[in-house]
């Protein structure tokens, strides 16, 4: 089966979105626990004053 709009082997699309939709999923994670930190840490800094 090939994709009519790119021509390539829609498996290979289909791997790709994969990829994709992990990375991001990935991306997203890693902000929301980086976010996460920070918030704890401005916490933590604020009641030891």
């Known amino acids: ?3 009519r709009l ?3 082997p ?3 699309v ?7 939709e992990m ?3 990935l ?8 976010t996460a930190l920070a ?3 401005l916490v933590c800094d604020l009641r030891a004053r």
């Not at 991306?27 to 980086?34: E, K, V």
């Open 1 to 3: 089966m090939y994709d």
């Open 6 to 8: 790119s021509g390539l």
């Open 10 to 12: 829609l498996d290979k």
């Open 14 to 20: 289909f791997n790709l979105f994969l990829v994709l």
């Open 23 to 25: 990375s991001v999923v």
């Open 27 to 34: 991306i997203g994670m890693t902000l929301m626990g980086l």
């Open 39 to 41: 918030q704890h840490v």
